[in-house]
């Protein structure tokens, strides 16, 4: 590593004394093009202002960060790799693992006072592998609650001092709301990316999902979180509906509670009908509300194979641009997610969140801000997908023997995972 960080700066250095004024092509690729489209919209002209000399190319976006792994890792072998990805924040290490991802240091050593762009130690350790940087946090989001107070009201509810504080009251609305004719009253996240709501309501005990290597989900916490998804299902008669379709139907005013994460914020906001939308905290599992939760969001990585010094910088202005104050400050305008740099936050959003309430519910979690896990080794995207299958066939009732599923999930998981755990 300090060889390959060594020739790095040699390269950057080398490139120092070159002419700045001819025009770089760099080449961007993103996931969700539905939530961060028009944030790049946005930040892509400041960009061109001050580097007029750097053009981004920006690639078709990823439908996932599962997606986003993959792609990467099959544009490695195939040698066409952007210059710069931005990968789920749990998504990161098997990138630094198989050497894809560069070491940002040789580029933050060559900063005058990165620090003063906003980056801090607690920021830099989502990113840092090794003791080194390899990405540089974009966006951060926790889970929410959404509610259209409009159908709430059919339940009853008409302020969010009234909104569900947990799983079980949840329930109990759900039956309210059917009786009261809503035919779908909630839709909650069990397909977000990453097994994400899982990790969720195994947080909200205080419960890694990912142990010393080990599957957590033969765990009580693991049983008590099947068994909860298996009371929302049922008691809400929850549709089996694909992510995308559930955000629209809420937005069109069907849906009377979706938990989701803050990041569609921005986008329900754009869409949505004529309708009163609250967002409120994560329900728990006791009226105090959930120990911890996940932190979601993604990071950007230089993976780039350019060996001119003048690309590589223009990567890293780029890359350095977008997750700093005033790039990471439209993450927050334009979306949900909340923006991992102080000087967005405590600086240029200093009265943005007083002005816009529903997007300063996932701050007040802040505190509660827990690991996203991945799962080791060259299998982990295979046993995201084995949870997945597992959570769906509670969804569609295949599933109705919590126990059962907890053991068969545990077994499949432990066969994926690398010898030793």
């Known amino acids: 590593m300090k060889k390959c960080l060594t020739a790095i700066a040699f390269v950057l250095a080398a490139g120092s004394a070159q002419a700045q004024d001819e025009k770089i092509t760099i080449e961007f690729a993103y996931p969700y093009s539905h939530l961060f489209d028009v944030t790049y919209e946005k930040i892509l002209p400041l960009f061109n202002e001050k580097y007029p000399n750097i053009e981004v190319k920006i690639r078709a976006s990823y439908e996932s960060y599962e997606d986003g792994t993959n792609t990467i890792l099959r544009e490695a072998v195939a040698d066409t790799l952007p210059d710069v990805t931005m990968q789920g924040l749990n998504r990161q290490a098997i990138l630094v693992e198989k050497g894809i991802a560069k070491s940002l240091e040789p580029f933050i050593e060559a900063e005058e006072d990165f620090a003063k762009d906003g980056y801090h130690d607690a920021m830099l350790k989502l990113g840092t ?32 001092d009234q909104l569900p504080k947990t799983w079980e009251e949840v329930v109990a609305t759900c039956g309210k709301l059917r009786e009261a004719g809503v035919k779908n009253p909630m839709f909650w996240g069990w397909n977000i990316t990453g097994n994400w709501f899982l990790q969720a309501l195994m947080w909200s005990q205080d419960k890694p999902t990912m142990e010393d290597g080990d599957f957590q989900i033969a765990s009580d916490e693991g049983l008590q979180s099947l068994e909860t998804m298996k009371s929302l299902f049922r008691g809400c008669d929850m549709q089996n509906i694909e992510w995308k379709a559930a955000l629209a139907s809420f937005s069109a005013g069907e849906i009377g509670m979706m938990y989701w994460s803050t990041s569609a914020l921005g986008a329900v906001e754009r869409a949505k009908g004529d309708f009163e939308l609250k967002t409120n905290e994560f329900p728990g599992f006791v009226a105090t509300g959930p120990k911890g939760l996940p932190a979601g969001g993604n990071a950007a990585m230089l993976v780039s194979t350019s060996t001119d010094p003048n690309e590589l910088q223009a990567a890293w202005k780029w890359l350095k641009f977008i997750t700093s104050g005033q790039g990471a400050a439209e993450v927050a305008r334009t979306t949900g997610y909340m923006p991992p740099n102080k000087a967005a936050n405590e600086v240029i959003l200093a009265d943005f969140y007083k002005e816009n309430p529903n997007k300063e519910t996932a701050v007040r979690q802040l505190p509660l801000l827990r690991d996203w896990q991945a799962y080791p080794g060259d299998n982990g995207l295979a046993v995201t997908q084995v949870i997945y299958d597992g959570l769906e066939g509670v969804v569609t009732g295949e599933f109705d023997d919590m126990g059962e599923l907890q053991k068969e999930m545990a077994e499949e998981v432990k066969d994926l995972l690398p010898e030793g755990n």
């Open 129 to 160: 592998f090794d003791g080194n940087v390899h990405g540089l946090p974009f966006s951060v989001s926790l889970p929410v609650g959404y509610y259209n107070m409009d159908v709430m009201a059919k339940a009853g509810i008409t302020s969010v």
